[in-house]
């Protein structure tokens, strides 16, 4: 089987994705950036010869499977339909798109064009995240009955045009309430939502783009869930993405990863850990991207609809502009 000719958009964070893509076999074929100094390092340490400031020229060039797209979000919609109809595979960084109705123009170009399209909600591939997944669709904590999480940056926060609405779309809901939202949907097994209610403000910084919030969502399965998002914030309960589920029979959660259930002995409670360690290596940290790219390559050459795909990206954004809505107006906004 020839290797994937991948290309990439943008070469920020895309420096994690494309070292996955080396230990994962593809060929890394070319790179398109709007800043010739930045495009040039990393085309120099990924040894990528290809080199674009415009992405219509790279896809008029052609000799490329797939693109992964990991630029501001205000270009993740043009970036990927423009590539999804010039015939290549998609993965998006998240969050998708700057609202649902961009994620649903995209969703629908993906099949269209019968190319696979994901969005890179990384934590779904994180080893740790997977168990806790299995043990919960196992029954093992019984009916979910509620969800707690957290998407927090303790003590700094980015900068540049992650705090500008006109780029970014969103503040701290959309780059790290994303996290918590899509790792709680995944460990619930992906169930549509019903109401979002939500509180959001800035309150850390002079930027036009959101640094605090809470969130609660009813899902259509009776499940309840309440999740922190936020930069900048003097504390949080929980790591990135950690997640705590409240079972009819039991209790589950990542970071620290365990099930906890009753019993008969004096200590009333059965602990699981699945042999995960509460402080993992930094190797293990990353694992996420390199299960995630393999994944992407799998579905790929195997013809499979990535999960997540374009309509659990779609769900997603629905659900952050949603809560938007709700701190807005200060009220229930129903998904129903």
Known sequence: ????????AGTGFNKIHAA?????????????N?????????????????QYTKLADLLQDGGVDAMVVCTPNYLHCEQTLAALEAGLHVMVEKPMAMNAEEARQMADAGKRTGKALMVAHCFRFD?????????VAAGRIGKVIRTKGSGVHVNWGPGGWFTQKKFAGGGAMADMGVHALDTVRYLLGDPQPVNVFAKISTEYGTYDVDDTGIVMIEWENGTNTYFECGWRQPHADQPNAGTQLYGESG??????????TP???LDGLDIDTGGFLEEKPETLSLQKYQNQMNYFL?????????????SHGYVNMRIVDAAYKSSRTGKVVSLS
């Open 1 to 8: 089987m020839m290797p994937i000719k991948l290309a990439f």
């Open 20 to 32: 996955a893509a080396i230990q994962a076999g593809a060929e890394l074929i070319a790179v398109v």
């Open 34 to 50: 709007h800043k010739t100094e930045s495009m040039e390092k990393f085309a120099a340490e990924f040894h990528i010869q290809r």
């Open 127 to 135: 080893p740790e995240v997977m168990w806790i997944r299995e043990q």
């Open 251 to 260: 209790f589950a959660s990542v970071f620290p990863t365990r099930i906890e």
């Open 263 to 265: 019993n008969n002995n």
């Open 298 to 310: 799998q579905c790929i050459n195997e013809g499979l609809e990535p999960s997540p795909g374009g």
